[in-house]
């Protein structure tokens, strides 16, 4: 009875002699939690035991200092009963930036840690980052709030479980926890040591105790952020620097053994224990001095920090932690260059490029008015769409799938299928014969359509002395389509019969200026009733080369054509001579009257392939002529009739 007394009367003492509410003191849950955390878990007291050992091993054969930085993803989780209570992002940041400092010996007020504990003032290569993924792999801002109707919470945990007011903690082995609430009872923080309960563990800080040297919070003298500091290294298995007794240890060895707590900001140096040196190491952030008063850890709190991200260590989790990784840049990257192409009225080509290590796409695709997708899987770069509804817009994006990860969705891509019978308007039929052939212009595209199976389709157009080349292109081919070039008076002069949709080209370099005809038809009865194709007829002063730049001649897929043919023949007297060459070799071109008597001799240059020379019998009597070519060894012969 007589010590209970005592003690009670020292109590009111020490009330009394503190003007304000009990917040003037600080007040650190801790010790206090964790005694509470040993009582309810059994086997708490080995599992810190195990660490301890551990924690030993490594401080005698390690300083801490020899390892990278460890850089700790943090998730804030604000709750708040009163909009005073919903610190800003902010004060969250400067309070992180204050963090960071202080574990780095950055912070501003290093210099005033006295000279005598300087050489043991450590920067203990912990750093800590907002995340930026939560536990399920998305996107964060590292912070999350709830408004509670809980007025005020205490060292009980209920801020840490959603169902009791708080918010849930993550997955502790990838993020340290930090909540910010309002605590009764004058309580600063407290903080959960390495060993307990994973759904519980983190740190607890008084939201107004959030803040920086350079933004200090509202809860003066403890406003620099430093609870948080002190707090943190409880989590990182810090004691109170006094070791929570009279005299006690603090399991570390750099550390003076001081007597107990000191508050506000003594006077260096405060000397008890017997320490008649340097005395107590007041500015350490595990004391409870003022946070002004703050400025340092040691070597050995660092090493002692260091052994929870060893091999084996307790926290060691947490230093592979993707936490702070952003989404986009898991090494699974978003496809680029969506397209659609083979647009039919139901089908379209997806296509898109490949994303480096993924195994796989995940594709979906909607109705441009609906509002859910169809997803399906592919390991190629295109996907091949059936059943699609016609004259419709449609939209979708690509998903890389990596081994371990997933990338994020492109942006959405949209394309619009064709029209059932009204895709294209063809203009020109009826046009079924060359006689019937429509007129068509140069050096722009038109559009026609391949109806039936019987359908052709003759076009008309004219070469000028100016611009004499010719390159026929029909391409957009819904079916098995050819084409045919033919001279005014209907000769065949060219065909390009490619297989399948293979668009057809003819190109034909020559002299002189003329009309032409074509005809587009299908191979073997292809059309087409809804689909139109693009014909486009170029003429020009300069030779057409093929895609290659090889000789374009190579590129005119030709009838079985003689060796030598004249065209037109009969001729009114100006007609061409087409000789298929197998050398370059110079043509040499007589014409012989029916007496013998050589009405031209001339010399053209050759190539390989079809050549055309341009011959010209006009004010020569009508009648029959002799037309021979010499080329190297080889001499042919024909017939003309000039009328
Ligand atoms: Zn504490």
Not at 338 to 359: D, E, F, N, P, R
Not at 391 to 415: K, P
Request: proline share 3%.
């Amino acid at each position: 009875m007589k010590v209970k007394s005592i003690l009670a009367s020292a109590f009111i003492a020490l009330l009394a002699i503190v003007p304000a509410s009990a917040q003037d003191l600080r007040n650190c849950g801790t010790t206090e939690y964790h005694q509470h955390q040993l009582d309810t878990d059994p086997q708490l007291a080995d599992r810190m035991a195990d660490i301890e050992t551990f924690t030993n091993n490594y401080v005698s054969t390690h300083t801490g200092q020899e390892k990278a930085i460890i850089t700790i993803p943090v998730v804030f989780h604000v709750v708040y009963n009163t909009s005073a209570q919903n610190i800003s992002d902010a004060v969250i940041y400067a309070q992180l930036d204050q963090l960071n400092k202080d574990f780095a010996r950055l912070n501003s007020d290093a210099g005033n840690t006295p000279a005598a504990f300087q050489g043991l003032a450590a920067n203990t290569q912990i750093q800590f980052c907002l995340a930026q993924r939560d536990p399920n792999g998305a996107a964060t801002t590292g912070i999350e709030r709830r408004q509670t109707t809980v007025t005020s919470f205490s060292s009980n945990n209920a801020v840490k479980y959603t169902a009791n007011g708080g918010l849930n903690a993550w997955n502790s082995s990838q993020y340290l926890n930090i909540w910010s609430c309002n605590l009764g009872s004058g309580l600063l923080g407290y903080a959960q040591f390495p060993g307990g309960s994973a759904a519980t563990d983190g740190v607890v800080c008084l939201f107004s105790t959030f803040g920086s040297l350079t933004l200090p919070g509202t809860s003066a003298p403890y406003n620099y952020g430093r609870t948080m500091t002190h707090e943190v290294g409880h989590w990182l298995n810090l004691r109170h620097i006094w070791g929570d007794a009279n005299c006690g240890s603090d399991l570390v060895s750099d550390t003076p053994t001081q007597q107990t707590s000191n508050y506000g900001c003594p006077t260096f140096p405060r000397r008890t224990c017997g320490n008649t040196t340097n005395g107590d190491m007041f500015m350490n952030y595990m004391d409870y001095t003022d946070d002004a008063c703050m400025n340092m850890f040691t070597t050995g709190q660092s090493a002692r920090m260091a052994a929870l991200f060893a091999t084996g260590g307790a926290r060691v989790g947490l230093t592979t932690s993707l936490g702070c990784t952003p989404v986009s840049q898991t090494g699974c990257g978003t496809p680029s260059g969506l397209a659609a192409s083979g647009i039919t009225t139901t089908t379209a080509t997806l296509g898109w490029s490949a994303v480096s290590g993924a195994t796989s796409y995940n594709v979906q695709y909607k109705l441009a008015s609906a509002t859910t997708f169809t997803t399906t899987s592919t390991t190629g770069t295109s996907l091949v769409l059936t059943g699609l509804t016609a004259a419709s817009s449609y939209q979708f994006q690509v998903q890389a799938v990596c081994s371990s990860t997933s990338g994020t969705y492109s942006a959405l891509t949209s394309f619009t299928t064709l029209s059932t019978g009204t895709t294209c308007t063809d203009t020109y039929e009826s046009n079924e014969t060359r006689t019937t052939a429509k007129t068509i212009a140069t050096n722009s595209n038109i559009s026609a359509r391949i109806g039936t199976a019987t359908d052709k389709d003759y076009f008309r157009f004219s070469t000028t002395s100016s611009a004499r080349n010719i390159r026929v292109t029909v391409d957009q081919l819904p079916a098995d389509y050819d084409v045919r070039l033919y001279n005014s008076s209907g000769s065949q002069l060219a065909i390009s019969q490619n297989s399948g949709t293979t668009a057809e080209s003819i190109i034909r370099n020559t002299n002189r200026s003329g009309t032409y005809f074509l005809q587009v038809y299908g191979y073997n009865g292809a059309f087409n009733a809804s689909s139109c194709y693009r014909l486009r007829v170029d003429v020009s002063s300069s030779s057409f080369k093929t895609m290659s730049g090889a000789d374009d001649s190579e590129s005119i897929e030709l009838e079985p054509l003689e060796a030598l043919s004249l065209f037109p023949n009969p001729s009114t007297g100006n007609f061409t001579v087409s000789l298929l060459s197998d050398s370059e070799n110079d043509a040499f071109v007589r014409v012989f009257d029916i007496t013998g008597k050589a009405v031209v001799n001339t010399r053209f240059a050759a190539t390989k392939g079809q050549n055309l020379f341009n011959v010209d019998l006009t004010g020569n009597a009508h009648g029959i002529y002799f037309v021979e070519v010499n080329q190297g060894a080889t001499r042919l012969v024909k017939k003309l009739i000039v009328e």
